[in-house]
Nanobody
């Protein structure tokens, strides 16, 4: 069992940066692939980024490649999403999730946080 709590969202201008954090509780955090998803109003939840349990492998949705960086600290039971060069189309609720299998679709993930709002103004 893993509980996830996101933080770090907010209102920023286009071109700014934000760093989202996800704090996990549970004894087996280091065994999970961790991912970030987002959901904009009226749209389906979409994959943003994922990182393997070791941190060696990372995966990104095409529109965020080169702008977002996912990382994790297993000792602190935390995963991060550094978001640079933000665009208005990045506006969404961002969710942290933990997976025991797969990484690219929401059905791969077993545990979810409550989400944090990111709003990017033009």
């Amino acid at each position: 069992q893993v509980q996830l709590v996101e933080s770090g969202g907010g209102l920023v201008q286009a071109g700014d940066s934000l760093r989202l954090s996800c704090a996990a509780s549970g004894r087996t955090f280091s065994s999970y692939t961790m991912g970030w998803f987002r959901q904009a109003p009226g749209k389906e939840r979409e994959f943003v980024a994922a990182i393997s349990w070791s941190g060696v492998r990372t995966y990104y949705e095409d529109s965020v490649k080169g702008r977002f960086t996912i990382s994790r600290d297993n000792g602190k039971k935390a995963v991060y999403l550094q978001m640079d060069s933000l665009k208005p189309e990045d506006t969404a609720v961002y969710y942290c999730a933990a997976a025991t299998r797969g990484w690219s679709t929401s059905t791969d993930y077993d545990y979810w946080g409550q989400g944090t709002q990111v709003t990017v103004s033009s």
